[in-house]
């Protein structure tokens, strides 16, 4: 049986790996960071944020909320508000969905 590679995941993301993410600049970030509850990115003692593998999770579906979905803030944060168990269901399923594409299209470029 060959060997497979454990996927490598990183306790925390920091300011500019989250910002290369989501191709967006690093001031929409903390704007949203202070705008949504729901991110609570650590801070060391220089200020610096380091974001967790949920916060990132967290900023996917608020990016998915406004630029997709077109809500506005206001409307993101209620929709947050109400609807988070089924808002993180769908993005968990948005995300399978998505590896899954990537995986199709791998393999159709192999062959």
Not at 35 to 45: G, H, S, T, Y
Not at 46 to 64: A, C, M, Q, S, W
Not at 71 to 83: D, S, V, W
């Amino acid at each position: 049986m060959p060997y497979k590679e454990r996927e490598i995941s990183k306790m925390y993301y920091t300011m500019g790996e989250v910002s290369a993410m989501f191709d967006v600049n690093q001031s929409l970030i903390r704007y949203y960071e202070r705008e949504f509850d729901i991110l609570q990115p650590k801070k060391n003692k220089k200020g610096n944020r380091y974001f967790t593998p949920e916060d990132v999770e967290n900023l996917k579906i608020i990016f998915h909320l406004i630029r997709d979905k077109g809500y506005t803030l206001a409307g993101a944060k209620e929709h947050l508000k109400n609807n988070m168990t089924d808002t993180k269901d769908n993005q968990s399923i948005i995300s399978s969905l998505e590896n899954l594409k990537k995986f199709l299209l791998e393999v159709r470029e192999q062959l």
